[in-house]
């Protein structure tokens, strides 16, 4: 696995970030026909909020990015998105690991919402996420925090 670091996200990130969501999701939303070029770009902007959100850096240089987002009963984890060439290098599982040991410490729980049929819904699962509802577009997760580590 390639080095990897985290930096808070700024508001100059917008547009690589939405880029880069436009490029991952196609397929997944292709196959639910459910893709809009100028949609799926213009939602990751209009729910870019940099105080949540980090940058994923692998050499310095941009890779994805991830959010942890408060809500009343838990944290959302949201616009996790990772360049596919390096999907299966072990950095999404890294980073996800990071990010739920932070919750765990809080004694927070998470939820997330996976496109159906998404690979990435695997990994979650293996990281203790379980189905809280889902509908022909969408599946939401949740994970309660890992009593273990807090």
Same mark, same amino acid.
């Given at each position: ?22 490029? *991952? +999701? =196609? #397929?997944? @939303?292709? /196959?639910?026909? !459910? ?8 939602? $990751? ?49 890294? *980073? +996800? =690991? #990071?990010? @739920?040991? /932070?919750?765990? !410490? ?8 996976? $496109? ?35």
């Amino acid at each position: 696995m390639a080095d990897w670091e985290l930096r808070p996200a700024s508001a100059e990130d917008v547009e690589t970030v939405a880029e880069l969501r436009a490029v *991952v +999701l =196609r #397929a997944d @939303l292709e /196959r639910l026909g !459910r893709y809009d070029e100028q949609r799926v770009r213009q939602r $990751l902007r209009d729910g870019f909020a940099p105080a949540y959100t980090w940058v994923v850096e692998v050499g310095g240089a941009f890779a994805g990015c991830v959010a942890l987002r408060p809500a009343a009963d838990a944290h959302w984890l949201e616009h996790f998105y990772l360049a596919p060439h390096l999907h299966g290098s072990g950095i999404g599982t890294a *980073v +996800l =690991r #990071a990010l @739920l040991d /932070r919750c765990d !410490r809080n004694g927070t729980r998470v939820r997330l919402n996976v $496109l159906q049929g998404s690979p990435a819904r695997r990994l979650y699962e293996r990281h203790g996420f379980t189905l809280e509802t889902e509908d022909p577009v969408d599946v939401f997760l949740v994970r309660e925090p890992n009593r273990m580590s807090m």
